[in-house]
């Protein structure tokens, strides 16, 4: 990635609010995402991952401030798609036009699409112009959708849990094609998913929400000076529970507690310390009360 556009902000939120008839499903989040970076929206179901991107896509309004590219979603939705892509795990594209037929509407939509790399793309794949879209396997009609946002060179990319329901193959070669495009230039992309350990090697930055609310946020690298695993036997365990972990785990003689912003000196004393998985901290601060 070119370091000159790593402070280039392509989307700003402030204080992001959103309530269905008193139903509060997004309180005050906050973030920034940057050129080069890859940004981890996790959370269970019902976090508010999918209202907050609808915000972003102009699909809804919501209170506090919030702008792509400098402009406002709702407002000036349509420049702002030219840099934008989105893909859910909901299939989109038309089942009765054939390969060839959507590439031609996606050309002539979009003014930034590129015939000669959407052809590029899909000569990796298995994928024939010929097919049907409802003939095509889910798999296949996920590589379709991202090879045309990749040939239409967006900015920045939208992914709404996009690997649902496929193999271990289909995903593999889905995030490694999207790595390679989000390398090729001035690009960020967005994750949404409950699947940590699948795109935890991805990330740059995590935002986590519970019931609406920021439970976690910040740079990968700073959550790994943050967070710490004590490991601690049976003579010990009431001497680390006094330091307030976040969560503790009991197995086979040991007890395995994680522990935010305490030194790691300080543990070491106690018992053996480790760093925790993206995922240890994930489901910590998902149990955690608000």
């Not at 902000?9 to 992001?16: D, E, G, K, R, V």
């Not at 907050?52 to 349509?78: V, W």
Request: aromatic letters at 6%; glycine letters at 6%.
């Amino acid at each position: 990635m070119n370091k000159s556009f790593v402070d280039l902000t392509f989307i700003s939120a402030q204080h992001i609010s959103k309530a269905y008839q008193n139903n509060e499903v997004l309180s005050d989040v906050n973030f920034e995402l940057k050129s080069g970076q890859v940004l981890g929206l996790l959370g269970h179901n019902g976090a508010g991952k999918s209202t907050l991107i609808k915000a972003m896509l102009g699909m809804h309004n919501h209170s506090g401030e919030l702008t792509i590219f400098g402009l406002e979603p709702q407002k000036q939705r349509e420049k702002i798609v030219e840099r934008l892509g989105y893909i859910s795990d909901v299939a989109v594209l038309p089942e009765w036009m054939t390969v060839k037929q959507v590439m031609k509407y996606v050309q002539g939509v979009h003014p930034r699409y590129d015939q000669q790399k959407m052809t590029a793309y899909l000569a990796q794949t298995n994928i024939s112009l010929k097919s049907k879209i409802a003939a095509l396997s889910k798999g296949m009609k996920v590589q379709l959708h991202l090879a045309l946002v990749m040939a239409t060179d967006v900015n920045v990319l939208i992914l709404d849990e996009p690997t649902l329901g496929l193999d271990l193959m289909y995903r593999e070669t889905f995030y490694r094609y999207l790595m390679e495009w989000f390398h090729e230039g001035e690009r960020a992309l967005i994750i949404a998913s409950h699947e940590v350990d699948e795109i935890a090697h991805m990330l740059t930055n995590v935002l986590v929400l519970k019931k609406g609310r920021t439970v976690l946020q910040g740079q990968l690298s700073d959550l790994s000076e943050r967070f710490n695993i004590l490991s601690v036997d049976d003579q010990h365990i009431d001497q680390a529970k006094k330091l307030k972990p976040i969560s503790c785990k009991v197995g086979l003689g040991q007890h395995r507690l994680l522990f935010e912003n305490i030194s790691p000196t300080e543990l070491a004393m106690l018992g053996t310390v480790t760093k925790p998985s993206l995922a240890d901290i994930f489901i910590a601060k998902q149990q955690e009360a608000l």
